[in-house]
């Protein structure tokens, strides 16, 4: 019988220097980090990516759009509260994170400007509201730019651009795929240019991907649900070819239809060492936190050891992490 990982096993020392609080000046403009299928590493630019693809290879790209999901609140006492948007579950219903000073309790209300919010029932961390008014509307209107927890400036006027990728389309997601943040339309361009297929896929990325693994054991860690959808047809036209994901919700996204047979619904596919992959042979990805599902996903796909390896050669070599940072480009051996 296998031993149960650890989550201190996907640990590794970051000075907070390198954690990219802004975008590289252009998209594109960042640094691309590759491990080959030898574990061999390669310090490249990611302007570099279109000359590794060719009419073989396929890219999957996360087409959904980051929804302005955080929203300060009042309770109705007055005291300041804070409603993060998990995932929108009807014209005004949401599941959602609440920061409040006390447990708010079913029947409760809170207020957004002038709309009211009714808590109806707690899940776990999560609680089901319902908002008097179309979520789509309070959110154009009183949201703001869910940047994650570890970018320590407030949201500023070019976030809302740079937080979103070119090709962004079907609103949903509370956290931008962001290995997409590197592409430019001219890039996408050239990429098709060389014969590439493009195939988009959705995954609307939840509030779950910033929590902590709060368990000793990896295999006893439960993934939120999220919603995705992949177009018909989509496994045809990638049949053949050496599938490359952009991004790890790309990747969730292609698996998980492949392992239920099911081109749209909610999946909690947990990625983790010992992981078969059936679909994706590339991964570009950006550098993770240390001790998080994402990074257990890459080391699943790269292997644990060379993909360690690469991440303590990239703090050695002032690579700049995280979802403002570089990218990495992971070949399946």
């Known amino acids: 019988m296998r031993a149960s990982m650890r989550v201190s096993d996907f640990d590794y020392a970051l000075p907070a220097e390198l954690v990219a609080q802004h975008p590289a000046p252009r998209r594109g403009?960042?640094?691309?980090?590759?491990?080959?299928?030898?574990?061999?590493?390669?310090?490249?630019?990611?302007?570099?990516?279109?000359?590794?693809?060719?009419?073989?290879?396929?890219?999957?790209?996360?087409?959904?759009r980051v929804i302005k999901a955080r929203l300060a609140a009042?309770?109705?006492?007055?005291?300041?509260?804070?409603?993060?948007i998990e995932r929108v579950t009807g014209p005004r219903e949401a599941l959602v994170l609440i920061r409040a000073s006390k447990t708010p309790r079913p029947g409760s209300e809170l207020h957004v400007d002038d709309v009211a919010v009714r808590v109806v029932a707690r899940h776990d961390d999560l609680y089901q509201v319902a908002f008097a008014e179309n979520i789509d509307l309070v959110l154009e209107r009183s949201g703001s730019v869910p940047?994650?927890?570890?970018?320590?400036?407030?949201?500023?006027?070019?976030?809302?651009?740079?937080?979103?990728?070119?090709?962004?389309?079907?609103?949903g997601a509370v956290a931008a795929p962001t290995a997409g943040l590197h592409f430019d339309d001219a890039m996408l361009r050239s990429i098709a240019a060389k014969g590439a297929l493009v195939e988009k896929v959705?995954?609307?990325?939840?509030?779950g991907t910033f929590q902590p693994v709060r368990v000793d054991e990896v295999e006893k860690h439960r993934m939120h649900k999220e919603r995705y959808a992949i177009p018909p047809g989509a496994f045809e036209r990638l049949s053949g070819k050496r599938v490359l994901a952009v991004g790890t919700t790309s990747l969730r996204a292609i698996e998980s239809a492949a392992l239920t047979g099911?081109?749209?619904?909610?999946?909690?596919?947990?990625?983790?060492?010992?992981f078969k992959f059936n679909v994706v042979d590339r991964l570009l990805t950006n550098f993770h936190l240390p001790k998080s599902t994402?990074?257990?996903?890459?080391?699943?796909?790269?292997?644990?050891e060379s993909v360690l390896n690469a991440y303590h050669h990239a703090v050695q070599n002032q690579y700049r992490f995280f979802s403002y940072g570089d990218a990495m480009l992971i070949e399946r051996g």
Request: hydrophobic share 40%.
């Open 262 to 274: 099911r081109l749209e619904g909610e999946t909690d596919l947990f990625v983790y060492p010992g």
């Open 74 to 84: 009042r309770k109705s006492t007055g005291g300041a509260a804070e409603i993060f």
């Open 294 to 304: 994402l990074l257990m996903l890459v080391c699943a796909f790269g292997g644990k």
């Open 202 to 207: 959705t995954l609307h990325v939840g509030a």
């Open 147 to 171: 940047l994650p927890p570890y970018i320590t400036h407030a949201p500023q006027a070019d976030d809302a651009e740079r937080y979103q990728t070119v090709y962004a389309d079907k609103p």
């Open 29 to 64: 403009g960042s640094r691309l980090l590759h491990l080959d299928a030898d574990g061999r590493l390669h310090d490249r630019k990611f302007s570099d990516l279109p000359g590794l693809v060719g009419a073989d290879d396929a890219l999957v790209l996360n087409d959904t």
